[in-house]
């Protein structure tokens, strides 16, 4: 090829401008930046709908344990017997119709709920109970000073174990701090006397925006507090009556959580009628 063509083909032949690098340049920065943005707010949007998903899960799970607490209120193990017609005797505490369910409010404004009742694990007596003695099968785990609920359906007691020793029927014998009123058959139950109070507190700890985290507590009669569900914000408890009457129709309950700016309210309803 002749050089004067070969320069003329070489002439022809253009390079990238230096306003057309800065253009792509400035192109692949509002891109990124763009990219950036979108990958922030989806990461919000994520991030959201994972503190949704957890209060949802924790309204339903608060709301199914006061529902259990509130239905559990008075239970002794009798179906379809009212605490009334049972003839009570206790030194250690109290349990009946006006008791088994109250509502309180400490200095803060703070609803708590209390139930009084017996546990749902019991032990059947191994022989009839005499004043000082009652002898169970060894399926509860029983301590000196445990506050037990000793029942047969028409008469009920609720005592201190004073001592724990080996029975003779092949379980455990009590003798209770004071004579028991009552002598008890074989087959009568026997378990634990719990008051439970549940409510809402500071856990204390703090959120991931720096806010107060708050939790649902319940504590025993002994005082110990168990945290059971975090993000629990506030609970409404409003006892509804019977037309005309002072007799419980029932319990409604609102749950609300709170966690990083979301907040979510659970409605329920707990009848008390028989």
């Not at 206790?90 to 009946?96: D, I």
């Not at 029927?169 to 004579?179: D, H, K, N, S």
């Not at 720096?210 to 609970?235: R, T």
Request: include cysteine; aromatic fraction near 8%; proline fraction near 3%.
């Amino acid at each position: 090829m002749p050089k004067r063509k070969l320069h003329l083909k070489l002439l022809k032949q253009k390079g990238t401008t230096l306003i057309e690098v800065v253009i792509a340049l400035s192109l692949s920065v509002i891109l990124l930046a763009l990219l950036s943005t979108l990958s922030l707010v989806a990461a919000a949007h994520c991030k959201t709908e994972n503190d949704f998903f957890l209060l949802h899960q924790h309204l339903s799970l608060g709301m199914d344990l006061i529902e259990k607490e509130i239905k559990r209120a008075g239970f002794i193990g009798c179906s379809q017997v009212p605490l009334s017609s049972l003839e009570l005797v206790s030194e250690e505490g109290a349990l009946n119709d006006e008791n088994k369910l109250k509502l309180d409010w400490d200095d803060k404004g703070l609803l708590s709920l209390e139930v009084r009742h017996r546990s749902l694990i019991s032990a059947p007596l191994l022989r009839a109970s005499t004043p000082t003695e009652l002898e169970f099968a060894s399926s509860l785990s029983v301590h000196e000073g445990d506050l037990m609920l000793i029942s047969d359906c028409h008469y009920l007691e609720i005592f201190r174990v004073k001592t724990l020793s080996q029975g003779f029927a092949g379980g455990q014998r009590i003798e209770p701090t004071l004579a028991l009123h009552f002598s008890y058959p074989k087959g009568s139950q026997l378990g634990f006397f719990e008051i439970a109070k549940t409510y809402v507190a500071d856990s204390g700890r703090k959120a991931s925006d720096g806010g107060k985290l708050y939790a649902l507590y319940q504590k025993d009669q002994q005082g110990h507090a168990s945290e059971l569900i975090e993000d629990i914000q506030f609970l409404s408890l409003k006892p509804e009556f019977q037309n005309g009457s002072k007799a419980f129709a029932g319990m409604a309950i609102m749950l609300q959580a709170f966690r990083s700016g979301v907040f979510l309210r659970e409605y329920g309803f707990v009848s008390l009628r028989g």
